[in-house]
């Protein structure tokens, strides 16, 4: 699928007119690539776990912050994964990310759970 660009382009689009948000997965990592973003209407970038681990602030060659200003350049949500600490969710909050997912808030957890979880809070 990702070795032939017009395919993944001509999904994507298909996709989207029927009125599904595209997002890329893992950005950062994997096939994830700045020409993937340039060629591909996507609405969510999914910024990698090891992104947000690795995140130094005030560092020159931050590469969190470069994300999420370049998904916000593009028109594009935010979604950081893997976020286990509070300092991480603050950091997050300050550079304007759209969605903070992970340990932090919830170990991973079944439907039933999940409707469990939002009932009761």
């Known amino acids: 699928f990702f070795d032939d660009k017009d395919i993944l382009t001509d999904t994507v689009k298909k996709l989207k ?10 950005f950062g990592a994997g096939y ?17 776990m090891s992104i947000i681990r690795k995140d130094e602030p005030g560092s020159e060659r931050n590469v969190l912050e470069m994300c999420i200003s370049l998904s916000k350049l593009m028109g594009m949500k935010t979604v950081a994964e893997g976020v286990e600490t509070k300092e991480q969710v603050e950091r997050l909050r300050s550079l304007g990310c759209d969605y903070i997912q ?6 991973p957890m079944s439907c039933e759970r999940f409707e469990e979880y939002l009932l009761a809070n």
């Open 17 to 26: 007119n029927r009125g599904f948000a595209i997002s890329m997965d893992d």
């Open 32 to 48: 994830s690539s700045l020409t993937t973003l340039n060629n591909v209407e996507l609405d969510v970038m999914k910024i990698d």
């Open 102 to 107: 992970g340990y932090y808030y919830s170990a």
